[in-house]
C-alpha cells in the first residue's frame, strides 16, 4: 500500500485521499521530562527503521530533478521524509525500500530495481556527512557513533529476483539487505497475503530461496507473505527472519498482519516483528469502514448507472453520515505492546513505511514522529532497557546472528537451481 504503488485497495485509497484530513506530524515536546532519558538511548542505541519508500517516491515525485534536487527540507505534502525532518526524528538507521511495482514484467522489474539501488547510492554519496552505506551490525553502530544515518536497502517482493539465483547474488552485491518473499501478489514460488494462494506456503524452489539468503548473510523478510509462508519461511531458515513493515493481526484482522501463533514463532525463531503505521493495517474500525464505504460505493454505482452525478451525491452523503475513524499515534503503541506481551520485547521493532502510504495515523505524518511514540511508551510503562531494544537493539541482533550464519555456510556451494528443476512446469 503506496503513494505511488497500484494495488488491491488502489480504488479505495483514491476515495481515502479524497476525504481524510491530513495533521500534521507531531515533534516530541521538548519540555517532555521524559525526552532526556529518550535522548540518552537513542544516543547510545541507534534508532532503525525496517522500511522507508523515499527512493520510491523520489523516483515519482521528483522525477529526473531525483539526482540532483536538495533533499535537506522537501514539501512535506508530497514527502514524509527529508533529512532536516530525519534529525528531528533522531533515525540513527535506515533499511531503504527498493520496491518496484509486482504488475511490471519480470525483466521490467529487475531493470527498475537496479535503477532504485541506484538512487539510494546517489543521494548517500551527494549527502555524506549525513548518510553511510553500510551492510553489517557493527557498521550500522560505527556510522551512528560518527553521527550519520546508517543506510541499508530491502527488495520489496520476491518477483524482483527472476527466478534467478544469480540476480538474487547481484543484489546482495550491490548492497541490498533483505528480500520480502512476495508483495502483493503470489508469485511462482511463494504465496502472498493478499492474493490466491496457489502453493500453501513456499515451493521446494522458495524454501531453497531462503537457504541461499542464509548462505549470503541476507534478511528474509515475511511482510505481505501468507500465513502458511510466513511459517514455511520461519521452519526453513537458519538464521533470524524480520517482518520490515508488519503489525499484529489480533488487534486488526488483516491478512498483512502476522497472528498470534506466528508470532510466537518468531520469538522462537529469534527474529523481529517491526510494526507498520499503515491505518488501515492498524486499525479495526477503518477495515471496518473501508469495507463498508467500497461495499456502498458499488452500490451506488449500480443504482445509478450511468449517473455518475447522482452517485457521487449519495457517496458524499454517506461519507457525510459515516465519517472516517480516526487513527491516532496511540493505536500504533498498542500494536507494539501487543507484539511485546504475546513475542516478548526482545522481538519488536519499528518498521513505518513512510512514503509508502496514502495517508498516516494523526501525528504520525513525518519521520520526526518516533520521539512521540517512543514517549507514549515510556509513558505506559517501557523500560529505558526495552525502548532501546525496541528502537534498533532488536534488529541489530538478528543482524548479527545473521552474519553468523551466513559464516558458518561459507563453504557450502551456491544456489544454482531452476524453479522447473525444483518445481516442476508450471501448473
Same mark, same amino acid.
Given at each position: 500500500?503506496?503513494?505511488?504503488?497500484?494495488?488491491?485497495?488502489?480504488?479505495?485509497?483514491?476515495?481515502?485521499?479524497?476525504?481524510?484530513?491530513?495533521a500534521s506530524a507531531a515533534p516530541a515536546d521538548p519540555?517532555?521530562?521524559?525526552?532526556?532519558?529518550?535522548?540518552?538511548?537513542?544516543?547510545?542505541?541507534?534508532?532503525?527503521?525496517?522500511?522507508?519508500?523515499?527512493?520510491?517516491?523520489?523516483?515519482?515525485?521528483?522525477?529526473?530533478?531525483?539526482?540532483?534536487?536538495?533533499?535537506?527540507?522537501?514539501?512535506?505534502?508530497?514527502?514524509?521524509?527529508?533529512?532536516?525532518?530525519?534529525?528531528?526524528?533522531?533515525?540513527?538507521?535506515?533499511?531503504?525500500?527498493?520496491?518496484?511495482?509486482?504488475?511490471?514484467?519480470?525483466?521490467?522489474?529487475?531493470?527498475?530495481?537496479?535503477?532504485?539501488?541506484?538512487?539510494?547510492?546517489?543521494?548517500? /554519496? #551527494?549527502? *555524506?556527512? =549525513?548518510?553511510?552505506?553500510?551492510?553489517?551490525?557493527?557498521?550500522?553502530?560505527?556510522?551512528? !557513533?560518527? +553521527?550519520?544515518?546508517?543506510?541499508?536497502?530491502?527488495?520489496?517482493?520476491?518477483?524482483?529476483?527472476?527466478?534467478?539465483?544469480?540476480?538474487?547474488?547481484?543484489?546482495?552485491?550491490?548492497?541490498?539487505?533483505?528480500?520480502?518473499?512476495?508483495?502483493?501478489?503470489?508469485?511462482?514460488?511463494?504465496?502472498?497475503?493478499?492474493?490466491?494462494?496457489?502453493?500453501?506456503?513456499?515451493?521446494?524452489?522458495?524454501?531453497?530461496?531462503?537457504?541461499?539468503?542464509?548462505?549470503?548473510?541476507?534478511?528474509?523478510?515475511?511482510?505481505?507473505?501468507?500465513?502458511?509462508?510466513?511459517?514455511?519461511?520461519?521452519?526453513?531458515?537458519?538464521?533470524?527472519?524480520?517482518?520490515?513493515?508488519?503489525? /499484529? #493481526?489480533? *488487534?486488526? =484482522?488483516?491478512?498483512?498482519?502476522?497472528?498470534?501463533?506466528?508470532?510466537?514463532?518468531?520469538? !522462537?525463531? +529469534?527474529?523481529?516483528?517491526?510494526?507498520?503505521?499503515?491505518p488501515g493495517f492498524i486499525s479495526e474500525p477503518l477495515?471496518?469502514?473501508?469495507?463498508?464505504?467500497?461495499?456502498?460505493?458499488?452500490?451506488?454505482?449500480?443504482?445509478?448507472?450511468?449517473?455518475p452525478d447522482r452517485a457521487k451525491a449519495a457517496n458524499?452523503?454517506?461519507?457525510?453520515?459515516?465519517?472516517?475513524?480516526?487513527?491516532?499515534?496511540?493505536?500504533?503503541?498498542?500494536?507494539?505492546?501487543?507484539?511485546?506481551?504475546?513475542?516478548?520485547?526482545?522481538?519488536?521493532?519499528?518498521?513505518?513505511?513512510?512514503?509508502?502510504?496514502?495517508?498516516?495515523?494523526?501525528?504520525?505524518?513525518?519521520?520526526?514522529?518516533?520521539?512521540?511514540?517512543?514517549?507514549?511508551?515510556?509513558?505506559?510503562?517501557?523500560?529505558?532497557?526495552?525502548?532501546?531494544?525496541?528502537?534498533? +537493539?532488536?534488529?541489530?541482533?538478528?543482524?548479527?546472528?545473521?552474519?553468523?550464519?551466513?559464516?558458518?555456510?561459507?563453504?557450502?556451494?551456491?544456489?544454482?537451481?531452476?524453479?522447473?528443476?525444483?518445481?516442476?512446469?508450471?501448473?
Amino acid at each position: 500500500m503506496h503513494k505511488t504503488r497500484s494495488t488491491l485497495a488502489s480504488a479505495l485509497f483514491g476515495v481515502l485521499l479524497a476525504t481524510a484530513t491530513v495533521a500534521s506530524a507531531a515533534p516530541a515536546d521538548p519540555n517532555d521530562p521524559l525526552l532526556p532519558r529518550l535522548k540518552k538511548i537513542l544516543k547510545a542505541t541507534p534508532l532503525i527503521d525496517g522500511h522507508n519508500d523515499w527512493p520510491g517516491a523520489l523516483a515519482s515525485e521528483g522525477k529526473d530533478q531525483r539526482w540532483t534536487m536538495d533533499l535537506n527540507k522537501l514539501d512535506p505534502v508530497k514527502y514524509d521524509t527529508d533529512i532536516e525532518r530525519l534529525k528531528q526524528g533522531m533515525v540513527g538507521g535506515q533499511f531503504w525500500s527498493v520496491y518496484v511495482s509486482a504488475n511490471l514484467s519480470p525483466l521490467e522489474q529487475v531493470k527498475k530495481t537496479l535503477e532504485q539501488i541506484d538512487i539510494v547510492k546517489s543521494f548517500v /554519496a #551527494r549527502y *555524506p556527512q =549525513d548518510f553511510q552505506l553500510v551492510r553489517t551490525a557493527a557498521e550500522v553502530r560505527a556510522a551512528h !557513533k560518527a +553521527g550519520k544515518i546508517a543506510s541499508l536497502m530491502g527488495a520489496e517482493g520476491g518477483g524482483q529476483i527472476d527466478e534467478s539465483f544469480s540476480v538474487l547474488r547481484a543484489y546482495h552485491e550491490l548492497g541490498v539487505g533483505y528480500l520480502t518473499l512476495t508483495h502483493s501478489k503470489t508469485i511462482s514460488w511463494a504465496d502472498s497475503a493478499t492474493d490466491a494462494p496457489r502453493h500453501d506456503g513456499l515451493t521446494k524452489f522458495g524454501v531453497e530461496v531462503v537457504r541461499e539468503m542464509n548462505r549470503l548473510g541476507m534478511l528474509v523478510d515475511l511482510s505481505h507473505v501468507s500465513e502458511a509462508t510466513m511459517l514455511d519461511a520461519i521452519a526453513a531458515s537458519k538464521a533470524p527472519v524480520i517482518f520490515s513493515h508488519s503489525s /499484529a #493481526r489480533a *488487534p486488526a =484482522d488483516h491478512p498483512r498482519n502476522v497472528p498470534d501463533l506466528v508470532l510466537k514463532e518468531v520469538a !522462537k525463531n +529469534g527474529g523481529v516483528v517491526m510494526v507498520n503505521f499503515a491505518p488501515g493495517f492498524i486499525s479495526e474500525p477503518l477495515r471496518q469502514w473501508n469495507a463498508q464505504q467500497a461495499a456502498q460505493a458499488a452500490l451506488n454505482a449500480s443504482l445509478y448507472l450511468g449517473q455518475p452525478d447522482r452517485a457521487k451525491a449519495a457517496n458524499d452523503a454517506w461519507l457525510q453520515a459515516n465519517p472516517q475513524p480516526k487513527v491516532t499515534l496511540s493505536v500504533v503503541a498498542d500494536h507494539v505492546d501487543h507484539i511485546a506481551k504475546v513475542a516478548g520485547h526482545d522481538f519488536v521493532g519499528l518498521g513505518g513505511d513512510y512514503d509508502g502510504l496514502p495517508f498516516l495515523p494523526e501525528g504520525m505524518d513525518g519521520v520526526e514522529a518516533y520521539p512521540p511514540l517512543l514517549l507514549e511508551l515510556m509513558r505506559r510503562g517501557w523500560s529505558d532497557e526495552n525502548i532501546a531494544k525496541l528502537a534498533g +537493539g532488536n534488529i541489530l541482533r538478528v543482524m548479527a546472528a545473521a552474519e553468523k550464519v551466513a559464516a558458518s555456510m561459507a563453504n557450502d556451494p551456491p544456489a544454482t537451481a531452476t524453479v522447473q528443476a525444483l518445481d516442476g512446469p508450471a501448473k
